[in-house]
């Protein structure tokens, strides 16, 4: 019986996570849920799995979530809100695993807390490493912790660093389904809409990340997250297009073998891996049967139709505040194209604007603590909020 | 430094083998050498290498090798013959590996007693499991040796299945190349001749092999040793047909993960990494680029195209002495082929008949002993031979 907190239980990841807990009774037991605005689904959660902490992100939320569990006939669980209720789920002495499954900066604190207690955190929020990989990096080593990663790339890795020694690794590479534009003709990229770059060929997803699938800035993210998980040098990382998302990852060794791990692009097996960790266990996943797949295509990406990439891979390289800066840009650009106040192609001139900025008044230096990240983080959406009109203005 | 005896030093493997720890000075030194008849070879990696014996198949050849190496100025390696000289070259006191490259079931009694003498085997020779594999398998457990295999599919999930333990394992899959037949039309099967049959697409190999490869013969062959390798059922293995041979094998855990072992079709690859394990070393093998291979492709193979694969599965199932009956006719089969007095049609054809001789007489009882293999074995070639008029005249 392992025993689990959830950070960002309604979410994709959250959801799809609690489905394989389901899945096998008698294995898991749910200590703490923390959810956003979605009360309803966090009250259906709560009746259901009977963690002994709700938490929301408002107070008026955990009210409505109070009166909507009011009328059920068991034990109510404590209910809490805002970043004090995600750190106590994050920290709930019962927890032996924490999932970090909540979008964006605000998992961040709640998770790097969950680190300082010794928990074994399954990774599946972005921010986490891309905003402070450092800082968190040195306290899951301080602390012992184990870090495995939830996002099927990572966790392909992850898998395929089994096959031997970290010191025996040439290069590893993630794959990059291409998104839905990955044919279209790159003159015609500036007019495609939030509904048509929601649009993802393989994965469902949040709409974060699918418009990030749709940049290829989300495979720049990955990068950077996996430099901290894996401990390798900028050129030991690579990116491949793979169409089909069958292969998620590979690990080249030195001697010339290459270690992949393959799947039908359903995340529960990802989370299962996490969960069930030393160990592997049943899924409901449908299995692969590569004949029937038929064919699996590669291709190197092109960095003139997906520039986010190549700015992904400086900041990368640059490393300091970059990455940071490069994160929390790419959020506000996202929001303002899903909103219709920016083009598509527009999202990589503000993230590069704003990285532009922050060099110029010599904002680039790498972030001490987690406070420190999450100021570096609000000052760059500041300015990328600040260089939108001129930017958004470029497509015209 | 690694001490290393290798039995077939001549054949294709024995040769990439002394390239390998060539490559590498100091790592490796060669304690014997076991060739068959090319004496030339033998006494020019006699004098590269310098082993402290040598053996060769004849005491001809062993006369002519002492004639080839007296004008050498350094002194010369002891010199042998025969069965005994292969099995003083595999149980060699300062060998710690032997690699048991010789073809055919010749270098089963050496590589037999190898394993008694407890030395780790690095496997290239498919008779020593197909012909006697709960033999071989039992003494290697009673002995503590570990047997590492040279076969790129073996060798693919010897690497795959360190990403899980062997009772997640829920099936593993071979691949193989379809060989140069895979597109020609079925009726004209009959009539290909073994310089077609020789073509391998891919891979340069010895004859056998290559004829094995054409039939898919060579693929069930492979699921025995598989078996006897990875202790597993024969509904547990599979067979994927991979034209571009660059995934070598997979392993499907029962999380719904694939793990696969892909690498440019290189034998060096999976020597180096017998003769380096339990780490790896670097290879001069040609690293895999897969967006310039771009396409990988699978399907299923055509049991109408491919008999041979089907009767080798029967075979699988069967057990008992039906897999070392398979072998043996086959053997029989593909030199008849190549010899050009048996259709390629009728190899498939002649192993089954043989196969049912043999269970019409009630020959078909489990070897208990490397003898007992080595007289089934005699028994199948006299009993093909027998048959092989009768499936001969069948094309016609």
């Not at 010794?118 to 921010?127: P, S």
């Amino acid at each position: 019986m392992k025993r689990i907190s959830i950070l960002g239980s309604t979410g994709s990841i959250g959801r799809q996570c609690l489905s394989v807990t389901d899945s096998l009774p008698g294995r898991f037991e749910i200590v703490a849920l923390a959810a956003g605005s979605n009360i309803a689904l966090a009250a259906e959660q709560a009746v259901r799995h009977r963690p002994k902490i709700v938490s929301v992100a408002t107070e008026a939320g955990a009210r409505k979530l109070c009166d909507m569990l009011s009328g059920s006939r068991r034990p109510a669980p404590e209910i809490l809100f805002g970043s004090e209720g995600i750190e106590r789920v994050a920290t709930h002495p019962d927890a032996e695993i924490v999932v970090s499954a909540a979008v964006g900066v605000v998992g961040l604190p709640a998770t790097y807390k969950a680190i300082e207690c010794g928990k074994q955190i399954a990774l599946a929020n972005k921010e986490v490493l891309v905003a402070a990989g450092e800082v968190v990096m040195a306290a899951a080593q301080r602390h012992g912790v184990s870090l495995l990663p939830v996002d099927s790339e990572h966790n392909a890795i992850h898998q395929c660093l089994r096959a031997g020694q970290n010191r025996e690794v040439k290069r590893l590479v993630l794959t990059a389904s291409g998104g839905p534009f990955r044919k279209t003709p790159i003159s015609k990229l500036g007019r495609v809409t939030p509904k048509q770059a929601l649009a993802h060929p393989n994965w469902k997803m949040g709409q974060r990340i699918t418009i990030d699938s749709a940049t290829l800035m989300n495979k720049g993210l990955e990068l950077i997250e996996a430099q901290h998980l894996f401990a390798l040098e900028p050129d030991q990382l690579d990116v491949v297009v793979h169409p089909q998302s069958i292969v998620h990852g590979l690990v080249e060794f030195r001697d010339g073998s290459v270690i992949a791990q393959l799947g039908s692009p359903d995340m529960r097996i990802p989370i299962s891996h996490c969960l069930a960790w030393p160990v592997r266990m049943a899924t409901p996943a449908p299995r692969l049967d590569l004949a029937r797949v038929g064919t699996l295509s590669f291709e190197e990406p092109d960095m003139t139709r997906f520039p986010a990439l190549a700015i992904a891979r400086r900041a990368l390289a640059a490393g300091g505040a970059a990455p940071t800066i490069l994160n929390a840009a790419n959020e506000v650009a996202v929001r303002e194209f899903v909103d219709r106040r920016l083009g598509f192609c527009e999202i990589a001139a503000l993230v590069e604007a704003t990285l532009e900025l922050s060099e110029r008044r010599g904002e680039m230096a790498e972030p001490q603590s987690v406070e420190e990240a999450l100021a570096i983080d609000h000052n760059a959406r500041r300015m990328a909020a600040e260089l939108l009109p001129e930017i958004a203005a470029m497509a015209s």
